[in-house]
């Protein structure tokens, strides 16, 4: 099971409290972590990815293994320890201001 970390916004509109699990079937990437994510929690759907491309929102950040993996391609594997639920992949609200 993937452990995943919410912003306190995205676990009231999923209506969770604390971490979440993710059962991801074949090799685990962001893409298949989001799709999963999205759904088993509808409500989720287009805050994280926008509707049409897919593509990161961008005030939205992903880090697991202290790395930002924002960047990455979402194809790209998951770091080992994600997969093995030993650290969560996080989902962040980026801050702006001046």
Do not use: W
Not at 4 to 22: C, F, I, N, S, Y
Not at 52 to 81: G, I, M, N, W
Request: aromatic share 6%.
């Amino acid at each position: 099971m993937i452990r995943v970390v919410l912003p306190a916004h995205l676990r009231a509109l999923a209506r969770v409290e604390g971490e979440v699990e993710v059962d991801l079937n074949g090799a685990a990437t962001q893409r298949k972590l989001l799709d999963a994510l999205e759904h088993r929690y509808p409500a989720l759907r287009g805050t994280m990815r926008d509707h049409v491309t897919q593509k990161r929102r961008a005030y939205v950040r992903f880090f697991a293994c202290e790395c930002d993996l924002s960047h990455e391609r979402p194809d790209a594997p998951l770091p080992d320890a994600v997969v093995a639920g030993i650290e969560p992949f996080l989902v962040v609200g980026a801050m702006a201001g001046g």
